[in-house]
C-alpha cells in the first residue's frame, strides 16, 4: 500500500464513527436530530464527497458491507460537495429539533450493477456548532452510502475514462 492510499477504516475514521445506508442515487432520506436543549445559538452545514472502493464484500451471516480489505482509490466530481440550507430544517428551536435530509442525485454516473468493483459511495456529513459557550463547540454525524444501480443510471465502469462524471484517481498520486 502506498503513502497515498487510504483504507475505507482510514477514510471514514472507524466503523463506530458513521452510519452505513444502501440507496439509490435519485432517492433522499431524512433524519429528524433532537437535541433536547435549545438550539437558536446553533449553525448547521452538511457536505458530502463520492468515492470510489476498490472492492467490497459482505458478511455472510449479517449481510452488512465488510470493508476490512477495501481501499479508497478516488473520488468522483468535486472533492466536496456542499448540500444546500434547505436540506436543513429548523423545526423547533426552543425545543432542539432539527431535520436533515439527505439529497438525492448525489451521484449520476456510471454504477456497476449488483457492484463489488469500483463501488460507489457517497460519504455525507451532517456538521453542528454551539456558539453560546465561551469557545465555540462542533460535532457532526457521518453517513457512507453505497451508491447502488438502478435504470435510471448508466451500468459501468465509475472509474472509466467515459464516464460522464470526472474519475479523480487518489492511487500513487
Sequence with gaps: ?????????????GSSN????????????TF??????????????????????????YNVNTGEPNFA????????????TTIGAGNINVTNAAAGTVDFTI???RYTGFIY???RTNVVMSVVEFTWENTNPTVNTFDSHRWAIIERYTADVTAGDPASANNTVTFNNIVGV
Design 1 to 13: 500500500m502506498s503513502g497515498r492510499l487510504l483504507s475505507i477504516s482510514q477514510y471514514l475514521g
Design 32 to 57: 429528524t436530530y433532537n437535541y433536547d436543549t435549545d438550539i437558536t445559538n446553533y449553525n448547521f452545514s452538511a457536505n458530502y464527497s463520492t468515492l470510489v472502493v476498490d472492492s467490497l464484500t
Design 69 to 80: 480489505s477495501s481501499n479508497v482509490i478516488g473520488y468522483l466530481g468535486s472533492a466536496s
Design 103 to 105: 439529497p438525492k442525485n
Design 18 to 29: 458513521i452510519k452505513m445506508l444502501e440507496m439509490l442515487p435519485e432517492h433522499q432520506r
Design 113 to 115: 450493477p449488483d457492484a
